[in-house]
């Protein structure tokens, strides 16, 4: 039997909750454990989830300006392009976040252990390091911050060389002149949108009629015709009854209705399921849910108090800024500090082209509470600063209560909405008004003029209803 060593908290996994949780615990004077299986730091968000797919973004929207920004217009991507000269700087950002990670760690003084973590115990964890040797750790608190990894469903033959998966899709050498897309979630919309952009001809094939279920319909439906505007093309309403790989050159989609895709690759992006078939859970006595998850309440605390699960394996929203907080939150919570209330309006954005922000209330979320609101709509192509950037596709929405006086929410599709969306957080953490927007005064030309002119398109609406009472 290895020698049992304690710590105050021990996390599982190094990805964006994880290293939170680590931090807080550190930075609150706690020894603090952590184990990642794998030789670097940041999990599958650093190597094979956002960093990458963000880089290849990048590239997709320079290639399209420079394409918008030229006289002609016909400028097909040759299918020869290697994907690596289009992530050609994937390598030093990938690193240069990886060491700032591990500095970070180093520096508050959290030990890391490279290794395959199992419980013994509600306790007891054991971890196996690469060298085959064994070490026993036991904590006050235990944070599992595992990550996931894409579903594979069983009736796929997903062989990461012609139908891939998205930890794979990056793997390829080549550009595909075509690309059939099986799903409608963010990161099957982020892909699909993001090889459009570089020219390849993208089939999106999805069981709903609409993607993103859970996102304002009118900016989803502004983001499909974006993507269609390529030549590419959203299937929706579609069951799939098979897929195969011809033995040749293409990968071939049969629908149940009979229809037939064929294309170079396909990326199958039907969800994720959570690292935690390894971890040996019944031995504290923790069941994973009917969806493969780790059921926590509002503090990430599981059934056994001293346990804490965080980010992607407790299920949606499965963000990297959701599961960063996730992991700050349940340290805090374990040591019995406060905890804040930011975790009650958090942004949610989709880093597809263009891109797709939401925070508060949509549209249909105010109707079902209020029963009336009051919509506020502001194109980009009608601000200075779309027009000066050839801002096409972009529209802020900004929902308000049924008097038009308190803001409930905005939605934002279109580029910079990530970043706009961070206004309407601040204004609804604050309370802030309607009027308030208007009353202020926004740099010109930019983007964030939208707050106000949306915000003028609430206080018209408003006014005309005045009108109509006293007449």
Not at 70 to 90: C, E, W
Not at 139 to 150: E, F, M, N, Q
Not at 237 to 244: C, H, K, L, T, Y
């Given at each position: 039997?290895?020698?049992?060593?304690?710590?105050?908290?021990?996390?599982?996994?190094?990805?964006?909750?994880?290293?939170?949780?680590?931090?807080?615990?550190?930075?609150?004077?706690?020894h603090v454990a952590m184990i990642e299986r794998e030789p670097g730091v940041g999990g599958g968000c650093v190597y094979s989830g956002t960093i990458p797919s963000k880089t290849l973004r990048e590239s997709a929207l320079q290639a399209d300006r420079m394409k918008r920004s030229l006289t002609t217009?016909?400028?097909?991507?040759?299918?020869?392009?290697?994907?690596?000269?289009?992530?050609?700087?994937?390598?030093?950002?990938?690193?240069?976040?990886?060491?700032?990670?591990?500095?970070?760690?180093?520096?508050?003084?959290?030990?890391?252990?490279?290794?395959?973590?199992?419980?013994?115990?509600?306790?007891?964890?054991?971890?196996?390091?690469?060298?085959?040797?064994?070490?026993?750790?036991?904590?006050?608190?235990?944070?599992?911050?595992?990550?996931?990894?894409?579903?594979?469903?069983?009736?796929?033959p997903i062989d990461h060389e012609h139908i891939l998966d998205s930890d794979s899709i990056l793997s390829m050498i080549y550009l595909p002149r075509s690309l059939t897309v099986l799903g409608g979630g963010i990161i099957a919309l982020e892909y699909a949108s993001i090889f459009a952009a570089l020219?390849?001809?993208?089939?999106?094939?999805?069981?709903?009629?609409?993607?993103?279920?859970?996102?304002?319909?009118?900016?989803?439906?502004?983001?499909?015709?974006?993507?269609?505007?390529?030549?590419?093309?959203?299937?929706?309403?579609?069951?799939?009854?098979?897929?195969?790989?011809?033995?040749?050159?293409?990968?071939?989609?049969?629908?149940?209705?009979?229809?037939?895709?064929?294309?170079?690759?396909?990326?199958?992006?039907?969800?994720?399921?959570?690292?935690?078939?390894?971890?040996?859970?019944?031995?504290?006595?923790?069941?994973?849910?009917?969806?493969?998850?780790?059921?926590?309440?509002?503090?990430?605390?599981?059934?056994?108090?001293?346990?804490?699960?965080?980010?992607?394996?407790?299920?949606?929203?499965?963000?990297?800024?959701?599961?960063?907080?996730?992991?700050?939150?349940?340290?805090?919570?374990?040591?019995?500090?406060?905890?804040?209330?930011?975790?009650?309006?958090?942004?949610?954005?989709?880093?597809?082209?263009?891109?797709?922000?939401?925070?508060?209330?949509?549209?249909?979320?105010?109707?079902?509470?209020?029963?009336?609101?009051?919509?506020?709509?502001?194109?980009?192509?009608?601000?200075?600063?779309?027009?000066?950037?050839?801002?096409?596709?972009?529209?802020?929405?900004?929902?308000?209560?049924?008097?038009?006086?308190?803001?409930?929410?905005?939605?934002?599709?279109?580029?910079g909405a990530t970043e706009l969306i961070h206004l309407g957080q601040m204004a609804l953490q604050h309370r802030a008004t309607i009027d308030s927007f208007v009353e202020n005064i926004f740099n010109f030309p930019t983007l964030a003029e939208t707050y106000r002119v949306a915000a003028l398109d609430?206080?018209?609406?408003?006014?005309?209803?005045?009108?109509?009472?006293?007449?």
């Amino acid at each position: 039997m290895s020698t049992v060593v304690h710590y105050d908290i021990v996390v599982i996994g190094s990805g964006p909750a994880g290293q939170k949780a680590a931090i807080q615990g550190a930075k609150a004077g706690k020894h603090v454990a952590m184990i990642e299986r794998e030789p670097g730091v940041g999990g599958g968000c650093v190597y094979s989830g956002t960093i990458p797919s963000k880089t290849l973004r990048e590239s997709a929207l320079q290639a399209d300006r420079m394409k918008r920004s030229l006289t002609t217009q016909d400028m097909p991507v040759t299918s020869n392009i290697m994907v690596s000269t289009l992530m050609r700087r994937l390598d030093e950002v990938v690193t240069s976040h990886g060491d700032y990670m591990m500095n970070q760690l180093t520096r508050n003084g959290v030990t890391l252990f490279h290794g395959r973590a199992q419980f013994l115990s509600d306790r007891l964890i054991e971890m196996l390091t690469v060298d085959g040797m064994k070490q026993t750790l036991t904590a006050d608190t235990i944070v599992i911050a595992t990550g996931s990894r894409p579903r594979a469903p069983v009736d796929i033959p997903i062989d990461h060389e012609h139908i891939l998966d998205s930890d794979s899709i990056l793997s390829m050498i080549y550009l595909p002149r075509s690309l059939t897309v099986l799903g409608g979630g963010i990161i099957a919309l982020e892909y699909a949108s993001i090889f459009a952009a570089l020219g390849v001809q993208v089939t999106i094939i999805d069981r709903a009629e609409r993607p993103l279920q859970f996102f304002d319909a009118e900016l989803v439906r502004m983001f499909v015709q974006s993507f269609e505007q390529t030549g590419s093309r959203y299937c929706g309403g579609q069951a799939m009854r098979e897929v195969r790989w011809d033995g040749i050159s293409q990968v071939v989609t049969t629908l149940q209705d009979g229809q037939v895709f064929t294309s170079d690759k396909m990326l199958v992006a039907v969800g994720r399921q959570a690292n935690i078939e390894d971890l040996n859970l019944s031995a504290t006595g923790l069941i994973a849910t009917e969806k493969g998850t780790l059921a926590v309440n509002e503090h990430c605390q599981t059934a056994i108090p001293h346990i804490y699960g965080v980010g992607d394996l407790i299920g949606p929203p499965g963000l990297a800024s959701a599961a960063m907080e996730q992991g700050r939150r349940a340290v805090c919570h374990a040591l019995g500090l406060p905890e804040g209330h930011s975790a009650d309006i958090i942004p949610v954005g989709v880093y597809t082209i263009p891109e797709m922000a939401s925070i508060g209330l949509d549209e249909t979320a105010g109707r079902k509470r209020y029963r009336e609101v009051m919509i506020g709509r502001a194109k980009f192509n009608e601000i200075a600063r779309g027009q000066i950037s050839d801002i096409r596709n972009g529209l802020l929405k900004m929902v308000a209560d049924p008097t038009g006086e308190r803001l409930l929410g905005v939605q934002i599709v279109g580029e910079g909405a990530t970043e706009l969306i961070h206004l309407g957080q601040m204004a609804l953490q604050h309370r802030a008004t309607i009027d308030s927007f208007v009353e202020n005064i926004f740099n010109f030309p930019t983007l964030a003029e939208t707050y106000r002119v949306a915000a003028l398109d609430i206080v018209g609406q408003r006014q005309k209803r005045l009108a109509s009472a006293a007449a």
